[in-house]
C-alpha cells in the first residue's frame, strides 16, 4: 500500500495552518507515524464562543471531520477512494474549556475494510468519536460513517 501522506509531521503543521481549523481553534497535536492515532484539541477563545459563553457547536462537530478520512488515506494509499459519508453528534454537556478528541484505528478495524473492498465493493465503516474536557468528561459523542472503496485500477 503506498501511502499518500509521506510525512505525518508535515501533514500536522498543514492541517494547523488550515483555514477551517485553525479559524476554528482547531489543532492537530499529535500524529501517529503510523497514522493509527491523532489527538484533535479545541481551546474554548473569545472568538468561537457561542452565545452561552461555551464551545461553539460547529467547532466542536469540525474537530472530527476529516480526522478518520484522513488516517485511512495514510495507511491506505492512492489506491482507495475514501470520503466522509455520513455524520451526526449528540451534544452532552457544555464545552466550557479545553476539549479534545482521541482518533485511534485499529488493527482489527483495518482489516475489516480491507477486507471488506478488496474486490472492489463498497464499504462504510461507521466510528464513534468521543469529544472530552480536560476532566475526562464527555462533551459530545460523533458518530462518523465513510465511504472506502477500492480503486478499479488497484484491483
Known sequence: MKQIFAHPRLLKTLLNCWPPFWGAGIRIEQLGPDYRFCRVALSLRWWNKNANGTQYG????????????????????????????AAS???????????????????????????????????FPQFRINIVDEEGRLIAEVERTLYVRKKQASR
Do not use: C
Request: charged share 20%; aromatic share 12%; no cysteine.
Open 89 to 123: 453528534i449528540t451534544f452532552i454537556r457544555p464545552g466550557q474549556g479545553r476539549v479534545f478528541a482521541d482518533i485511534h484505528l485499529s488493527q482489527e478495524r483495518l482489516d475489516e475494510i480491507l477486507n471488506a473492498t478488496q474486490d472492489g465493493h463498497k464499504h
Open 58 to 85: 460547529g467547532s466542536l462537530f469540525s474537530m472530527t471531520d476529516p480526522v478518520y478520512s484522513m488516517l485511512l488515506m495514510g495507511i491506505l494509499g492512492e489506491g482507495y477512494y475514501i470520503w466522509d459519508r
